[in-house]
């Protein structure tokens, strides 16, 4: 059977579940898949039962001993001299400008030693990368430095902020095949890339286990937003925080519930006391998917204020169970909320767009059930992990040969 590893720079957070998913949809695909997290998570990003449960699948190179690592590096550079050799030249080549950049990079270089050695050890014919940050370059190195083939996942924008010095273009005609989540991250990566030819970059969406996700219709009356999202500047929570404050201000008896957690989360708890909010607006913390699931099926509508988004699976949870989105127009969140039909989208940024799509779908009962059946179908059409899991396994598989 065809060996392929899953290689993470760290293995995912609680809240990450859509990669933990992916995987597990893989192995059920038949896929004999081997996961390599180059560093085990910290306590605060992850629980023991989640480590239990992926222990017999997942390999974690550090932290380690520093004589353990002293003696890979010397094993790996005295088993192929040349494609160490060759495997340092790309490093250095691929690094970012400046003392610190090189100094980063050969950190890199150094993880990818100790995952080429994994990779090596456990006979893979194949590595494939999700993200394509950090990551992506551990990946690119560890597979030249083992001798197969890689393949990445280009997820969402942070790589695009940089593009340059992320070495998108390098990644990307070194793999085997990339796979992009919507067209907009395609179009991006043809872009950086200087490509015209999208054959080498896969659509394949991130997506859901459908079962899990019941669809109930939106209730008549509307009583409680929703959100889930990493509290950080470029998730524009500000803005929804100053958005349920104008729709309280115009009499609207609504209360606002917050999961996540995050770098802005003092910021914004002090902007709630600020706005006089601190009884109305509810900081869940981190949820796992079932417990994100329950607060869907209380939740009368789901409201996403991002400046910058891959293709937002949270919206896609909310839809699949019938709350109705509204979300910001930007990036691939078009390609799953389509603005007027199975959702809404609004400016970012633009706190009275929020508040004004809100207060339109309140009072719309009839284009909120529209809005629900037309994004669960949307969901269920498009977004169904196991049809999409089965399209990369595919691809995966054809890249072993």
């Known amino acids: 059977m065809k060996k392929i590893a899953y290689l993470l720079h760290r293995f995912p957070a609680i809240t990450d579940t859509f990669i933990k998913r992916e995987i597990r949809f893989l192995q059920k695909a038949g896929t004999a898949m081997h996961v390599i997290s180059v560093w085990k998570p910290r306590d605060s990003e992850t629980t023991p039962a989640i480590l239990s449960e992926w222990a017999s699948d997942t390999e974690f190179m550090l932290p380690g001993s520093p004589f353990g690592i002293a003696y890979i590096l010397l094993k790996v550079a005295i088993s192929s001299p040349l494609r160490f050799l060759r495997t340092f030249s790309l490093a250095l080549a691929t690094a970012r400008p400046g003392v610190r950049g090189l100094f980063y990079q050969m950190v890199y ?6 995952a080429a050695d994994a990779l090596t050890r456990n006979k893979i014919g194949h590595v494939h990368n999700h993200i394509g940050d950090q990551a992506g370059t551990v990946t690119m190195l560890a597979a030249q430095l083992a001798g197969i083939g ?3 996942t280009f997820h969402g924008w942070p790589v695009f902020f940089d593009a340059r010095n992320s070495r ?12 992009s989540i919507s067209y907009f991250c395609r179009s991006q990566l043809m872009m950086f890339s ?10 394949v ?18 009583r409680r937003l929703f959100c889930a999202a990493r509290f950080s500047p470029e998730k524009g929570m500000s803005f929804l925080i100053q958005a349920f404050k104008i729709l309280r201000d115009n009499g609207h008896d609504l209360e606002l519930r917050l999961a996540g957690g995050g770098p802005s989360k003092e910021s ?10 601190s009884a109305e607006v509810h ?25 910058v988004e891959g293709l937002p699976v949270s919206a896609m949870e909310a839809m699949a169970v019938g709350v109705p989105a509204i979300a910001t127009n930007i990036a691939g969140t078009s390609e799953l909320i389509e603005d007027g039909k199975s959702g809404i989208l609004v400016r970012p940024s633009d706190a009275k767009a929020i508040a004004d799509a809100v207060a339109w779908m309140i009072g719309d009962y009839g284009f909120r059930r529209r809005a629900a059946e037309l994004g669960r179908k949307k969901v269920v059409d498009e977004f169904d992990i196991e049809k999409e899991t089965a399209r990369l396994n595919a691809y995966l598989l054809q890249s072993c040969d």
Request: proline fraction near 6%.
């Open 205 to 222: 969406h991130c997506g859901l286990s459908i079962d899990k996700y019941p669809y109930r219709e939106p209730k008549e009356q509307v």
């Open 109 to 114: 270089f150094l993880e990818s030693v100790l």
């Open 268 to 277: 914004l708890a002090s902007l709630v006391k600020e706005l006089g909010l």
């Open 150 to 152: 890689y393949s990445i």
């Open 194 to 203: 200087e490509t015209d030819d999208p054959a080498p970059f896969k659509m």
């Open 168 to 179: 998108i273009k390098e990644k990307v005609l070194g793999a085997r095949f990339t796979r």
């Open 283 to 307: 900081f869940l913390g981190y949820l796992s998917e079932d417990e994100v699931i329950r607060e869907l099926h209380d939740a009368d509508l789901f409201v996403l204020p991002s400046f």
